[in-house]
Structure formats: C-alpha cells, structure tokens
C-alpha cells in the first residue's frame, strides 16, 4: 500500500504563490509517474502537472509558465511538490495528489485525499 499525505492548500489572493507538497510513504517502488490534478466544483478532475520516474514534466496549458512540479527522493519517502505562482481566481479546486506505479496488470494507482486552494480575487 502506498500513502498519500498532501498539504500546503489554503487562501491566498489573486496574484500570491503558493506551494504544495505530497509526501508519499509505503510501498514506494517501481514508480512510473506523481501528479497533481484539480477540481473545482461542478466540473471535472483535470490533470495539472505530472512527473515521471525519470524526470520528465508535462503541464496543463493553463498553467504552464506559472506552476513548477518537482521531486525529492528520500530514504524511506518520496515528496512532490507543486509550485504556484502568479495564482488566478480559476485555480481554485481542490488539488489531488497521485502516484502510479508498476507495470500492465500490475499498475497500481493511489491518489491523496485533497488539499483546497483558494484564490480570491
């Protein structure tokens, strides 16, 4: 089992930074990729920012420019974090983390319990 602990949401106003972060635990192998998604009421779960066991970034267009993700590998833990900056009323959701690992049938996928952002404007 792997788990899933974010935090860093909160209230900021339009304009502000924040960070997150997603602290992963447990069986914390063969990794394949960490995320972030969102939603925000009404609407659905949207990818924001992914990166791969080697590196690799992908973003949303909507935050490209603006949000950074980023990886720190620890002993027995793996933390990912996700920088917002420039933060506009429209990213307020509630921000998921999620880790995939394995292969095929054996491909596992965990996601956290949420962290809400907030933007006012």
């Known amino acids: 089992q792997v788990q899933l602990v974010e935090s860093g949401g909160g209230l900021v106003q339009a304009g502000g930074s924040l960070r997150l972060s997603c602290a992963a635990s447990?069986?914390?192998?063969?990794?394949?990729?960490m995320g972030w998604y969102r939603q925000a009421p009404g609407k659905q779960r949207e990818l924001v920012a992914t990166?791969?066991?080697?590196?690799?970034?992908?973003?949303a267009d909507s935050v490209k420019g603006r949000f950074t993700i980023s990886r720190d590998n620890a002993k027995n833990t793996v933390t990912v974090y996700l920088q917002m900056n420039s933060l506009k009323p429209e990213d307020t959701a509630v921000y998921f983390c999620?880790?995939?690992?394995?292969?095929?049938?054996?491909?596992?996928?965990?996601w956290g319990q949420g962290t809400q952002v907030t933007v006012s404007s």
């Open positions: 999620r880790l995939v690992r394995g292969r095929g049938i054996y491909e596992y996928d965990y």
């Open positions: 990166i791969t066991s080697g590196g690799s970034t992908n973003y």
């Open positions: 447990g069986s914390i192998f063969n990794i394949n990729a």
